[in-house]
């Protein structure tokens, strides 16, 4: 999950991501690839679903709802959306079937039988695939809805510190460790403690150490590849390279946002990455003190192997698809489910169904989403602008969907 949040200006003025950037229109900018044409393996009628509205024992409340309470479902390209449940299911098939992969006890074998069944789907059959296999389910309905979204940043870059390129993408130390969702160092007692905060490895904690992947011309393109947790590299040495997500400091994320209007320092109430960027380019030292208000820090690793047209890599391992991909709360929301979402965006309203691949720090609620919106400059410019209300329903193995409905109150 990258754990995370986001107007560009050479594409990392990447939106005002600090929040969570923004999402697509269900009509523009999908590269999503058709499915294989192959025989349709779906019965002819759906086998009966559970219905009303429960709670679980552990006190979240659930409703089950029909694929007609779904607004537009009818008009969306379920055949993209089966696309890119297939990408998690070829990363969900090599998992071993007690695997757990998040929502209220869900594990990989609640989900094998429809992924081994979804990559025998055509495209005219992906709606009754969906409507057939799956329970629509709304966790916490009454909770208020939130969909930002976010994007790749495509950054020039060095692989040495030459002339403005002085600002490092640093590696994992050795010593930066993970328990369960926790990033630190060993302590005296066994236990993780934070390591250098961003204040401490921007004034050279880490210098010395040989742990630079690439260098970036501007601290503040740095710091929201950093919110972003991914980002293609367009080498001023030749080629290109991408990064993404390898650990953190374990400090908690904070929003430079809210501090640079806490600080008083955002002019008529800007405080968007523009104004940002604005700030540092003007007083550099203020600008380094707002940065700084976010003492999370984050580590890469190069990312090889890629298909180039793909998105990056996220949380549950697998190349994410423009307008298709959705980070969102695990512990809510399986990672690998189809998910029904409705919200709008700076182009028109969505009424699509994407899938849970990735989580972020500032992902947190049942009914929590950020869209994933596409690489480069114009995905960063959309995504800067999004911030709806909205409501997600998820799409659930039917039998799993009884299993739920077994253990409510």
């Known amino acids: 999950m990258v754990d995370i949040q986001r107007f560009l200006s050479n594409a990392a003025l990447v939106c005002a991501a600090f929040i969570l950037a923004g999402c697509a229109n269900s009509n523009r900018g999908l590269a999503i690839p058709e499915p294989e044409t192959q025989a349709p393996a779906f019965p002819e009628q759906a086998p009966e679903r559970p219905g009303g509205s429960m709670r679980m024992a552990n006190g979240s409340p659930l409703e089950f709802v029909g694929y007609a309470d779904l607004s537009g479902w009818g008009q969306d390209n379920h055949a993209a959306g089966l696309a890119a449940f297939n990408i998690s299911c070829d990363r969900l098939l090599k998992l071993p079937s007690s695997t757990s992969i998040g929502g209220l006890a ?10 081994e069944e979804a990559s025998r789907i055509d495209a005219e059959g992906a709606q009754a695939f969906f409507e057939s296999r799956f329970t629509p389910v709304r966790m916490s309905p009454q909770e208020p809805g939130l969909f930002t979204a976010y994007f790749e940043p495509v950054l020039p870059a060095s692989l040495d510190p030459v002339g403005a390129y002085q600002y490092p993408i640093y590696r994992k130390p050795p010593e930066v460790t993970r328990e369960g969702a926790s990033y630190g160092v060993q302590d ?18 880490l210098t010395g150490r040989s742990l630079e992947v690439a260098y970036l011309n501007d601290p503040v393109d740095l710091f929201f590849l950093h919110i972003q947790g991914s980002g293609r590299l367009s080498l001023i ?83 994410l698809s423009s307008g298709r991909s959705l980070a969102v709360d695990r512990r809510y929301t399986p990672l690998g489910a189809p998910v029904w979402v409705e919200t709008d965006s700076p182009l028109g309203p969505i009424r699509r169904l994407m899938v849970a691949q990735d989580v972020g720090s500032a992902i947190l609620g049942a009914q929590r989403g950020d869209i994933y919106w596409g690489s480069g400059e114009e995905a960063g410019r959309i995504a800067g602008q999004m911030k709806h209300a909205g409501s997600m329903t998820m799409l659930i193995p039917t039998p799993l969907a009884w299993s739920w409905a077994g253990g409510m109150s």
């Open 106 to 115: 869900s594990e990989v074998a609640d989900w094998r039988a429809v992924c």
């Open 188 to 205: 005296a007692s066994g236990g993780l403690t934070p390591y250098y905060s961003r204040w401490e490895i921007d004034r050279g904690s």
């Open 237 to 319: 040495n030749g080629g290109d390279m991408r990064v993404g997500f390898a650990a953190k400091n374990g400090h908690p994320y904070q929003s430079v946002g809210k501090s640079m209007l806490r600080r008083g320092w955002a002019e008529g109430g800007d405080a968007s990455a523009g104004a940002i960027k604005r700030l540092y380019q003007r007083d550099p030292k203020r600008g380094a003190q707002l940065l700084a208000d976010n003492p999370s820090y984050i580590f890469f690793r190069e990312l090889t192997g890629l298909d180039p047209s793909g998105g990056p890599v996220g949380a549950f391992g697998v190349q």
